[in-house]
């Protein structure tokens, strides 16, 4: 679990999300697990357990 004053993350979680998704989510003050991130928009990618790093590089090299 990561906790962040608003001052840090608002500036990135308003460009990710936009003013009002972002305000919604920081207001609820819940907390959200990695997939929720996704789903959301906030994270573009989650890892849970990389077996193959160079492999991992290469195939977001390609995506991204």
């Known amino acids: 679990m990561i906790g962040l004053t608003p001052a840090q993350i ?11 998704k972002g305000k919604k989510l920081m207001l609820k003050a819940a907390q959200i697990n990695g997939e929720e991130a996704v789903n959301i928009g906030l994270l573009i990618l989650l890892v849970i357990k990389v077996l193959n790093l160079k492999s991992l590089n ?6 991204y």
């Open 10 to 20: 608002s500036p990135f979680v308003k460009q990710r999300l936009g003013f009002a």
């Open 58 to 63: 290469e195939k977001l090299k390609l995506k």
